[in-house]
């Protein structure tokens, strides 16, 4: 394999739960809806926010109003993150693959569901720039089709200047999981977040399931 690219929510930051609970609270602020697990599970995570709103209050938002929308959901997000005494740290292990793969020249990049706002907020929280390069990143700018579509892996790819097939991915949700596929990469890793290991496992898809950064398997890949 070439080149590697991380999904980043519940992949190198386990933040499901912050941004459901955000969700909830956006949500119980602007409808009077109550999204089940499963919903969540199929509309929300690893969808773009203007998919998500548009599931959410069932009409189709234009652009600048889902922008407006998100930016009030993201944050209550972001302020939840800062706010915390712990969880706010990337994945165990995450720190030192990344080393490992920006020492090898292996070019990585993220491709995130998130918006702008949000990846700028974790290239500063993080300091993500000591690996990433952030004009290689592919977030949600309201252009590239959001997963399941597999827009996001190929332009990722692209940004990489590796052939989808020698690209490996990191994924933790269904619609993640399915973009990566539908691109046809050369692998994909799930990554267990919130007990979401049976629906991994379940997929078909994957090369195998992490729990963190230490597996030894992901580092044999090179």
């Not at 602020?29 to 959410?56: C, M, P, S, W």
């Not at 399941?148 to 892996?153: E, I, K, L, Q, S």
């Not at 919130?194 to 992901?218: C, E, F, P, T, W």
Request: glycine letters at 6%; charged letters at 30%; proline letters at 3%.
């Amino acid at each position: 394999m070439q080149g590697v690219v991380f999904d980043f929510n519940g992949t190198l930051f386990r933040d499901s739960a912050y941004h459901e609970t955000a969700w909830h609270t956006f949500i119980s602020q602007e409808t009077d809806r109550v999204l089940t697990k499963q919903e969540f599970e199929h509309h929300v995570h690893g969808v773009n926010n203007h998919g998500a709103l548009e599931y959410i209050f069932n009409k189709k938002l234009d652009k600048k109003t889902a922008d407006e929308l998100a930016e009030r959901k993201e944050k209550i997000y972001r302020d939840m993150v800062v706010a915390l005494d712990s969880g706010n740290e990337l994945v165990e292990g995450a720190e030192e693959y990344l080393d490992f793969l920006t020492e090898r020249k292996i070019p990585i990049t993220i491709a995130t569901a998130s918006m702008k706002n949000n990846v700028d907020f974790y290239f500063d929280f993080f300091k993500l720039d000591r690996w990433f390069d952030y004009d290689k990143v592919v977030y949600n700018d309201g252009d590239v089709p959001s997963k399941p579509a597999p827009d996001f892996y190929l332009l990722a790819a692209k940004n990489i200047q590796c052939p989808p097939e020698e690209v490996i991915v990191f994924e933790d949700s269904v619609s993640g999981i399915r973009s990566a596929f539908s691109a046809k990469v050369g692998a994909i890793w799930g990554v267990s977040t919130d007990g979401n290991n049976k629906m991994l496992l379940q997929s078909g898809v994957l090369a195998g399931v992490i729990d963190d950064y230490h597996d030894k398997r992901i580092y044999e890949q090179f």
